[in-house]
């Protein structure tokens, strides 16, 4: 895949495997792109599974423990298993697609395509047979990655420490800790007036872009690549 292709491509899958061929260095952004799959159908998450994906984040960001992870996991572990027992196809769904966040034997590529498939199942309302559910993620989780990953793949984006500057600093924290996007202009701007010239980065801040926890741009000014 081209950089040119990954601009373009509506198909998150084909985009999945290519990022599969690097995957342990983009283990922390996949797994930011499955919680940014369950925040989508977020109202339609239990309650235990929205707290799984609440410390998967936090975990993340260095801020939750382990014992915290621990017992969000045992929390939707059994709030998916009685969905199962109950029948209840959508519930399962969306608490699986919870629960596998926060699975300490899985990998993030792995969780990626889980969690964007059970999402799936839950937009398309689970066909009706336990045996047919999505075989591909939703085209709209491609502006997800995008977002997520940026052109990072093919050619790297310096941040240098000048544009750090303390007030660049505190609106990507505010924007990212508030989910408050909207204020990605306003961050281009403070970037600009700390010297960044850099098209990609201030494009991307202005552009008209679906953006989520784990924006390559907010992580690289932050340094949380």
Not at 48 to 77: C, F, M, P, S
Not at 203 to 214: A, F
């Amino acid at each position: 895949m081209t950089a040119a292709e990954w601009e373009g491509c509506d198909d998150p899958t084909r985009m999945l495997q290519f990022l599969a061929g690097d995957a342990a260095r983009w283990d922390r952004r996949l797994r930011w792109f499955a919680a940014a799959c369950c925040r989508s159908i977020w109202p339609r998450l239990p309650a235990n599974a929205r707290r799984a994906v609440k410390t998967a984040e936090r975990r993340l960001d260095a801020g939750a423990g382990a014992a915290e992870g621990r017992a969000a996991l045992v929390a939707v572990k059994r709030t998916r298993n009685r969905a199962y027992r109950a029948g209840r196809r959508l519930r399962y769904a969306a608490a699986d697609a919870a629960h596998i966040l926060l699975n300490p034997t899985w990998t993030g590529i792995g969780i990626a395509y889980h969690a964007a498939y059970r999402v799936r199942d839950v937009e398309d309302d689970y066909p009706q047979s336990w045996a047919h559910h999505a075989e591909r993620p939703h085209p709209g989780h491609a502006g997800l990655l995008r977002d997520i990953f940026g052109l990072l793949p093919f050619r790297e984006v310096v941040v240098p420490p000048h544009w750090r500057s303390e007030a660049v600093v505190a609106l990507a924290r505010g924007i990212s800790a508030e989910r408050a996007f909207e204020r990605l202009p306003v961050l281009a701007d403070a970037l600009e007036d700390a010297g960044c010239d850099c098209q990609e980065v201030l494009e991307h801040c202005r552009g008209p872009n679906h953006h989520v926890r784990g924006c390559w741009v907010i992580d690289e000014v932050l340094q949380k690549t």
